[in-house]
C-alpha cells in the first residue's frame, strides 16, 4: 500500500542559505528507494483555515520504506538545514 510523506511549510523562510543547504542535498537522495513527487512547492488554495506557506508530497510504495527513507543517513544529515531554515510540520500518511 503507498505512502505518502507530507511537509508542511508553516512560515516563510528565514534563512534562505540553509533552506538552499536542503534542498542540494536532498537532489541526490533518491538511492535505491522508489520515491515519486506527487508535490514540490505547488501553488497553494486554502479551503479551510490558513494555507501553509508550502508543502511538499512524497510517494513510496510503503509506510516502511517511507520511514527508511526519512530515517536514512543522507536525509538525516540534511534534515537540521530544513529546520534551521523555518517551521515545520511533517508526518507520513498511508494510502488506499
Known sequence: MPAYIIVLREEA???AE????????TRELRGDFQITPRVIYGKTEALEGDAPDGIVVLEFPT???ARAWYDSPGYQEALPHRLKAARHRAFIVEGI
Open 63 to 65: 509506510m516502511e520504506q
Open 18 to 25: 540553509a533552506f538552499a543547504a536542503y534542498q542540494s542535498k
Open 13 to 15: 523562510i528565514g534563512d
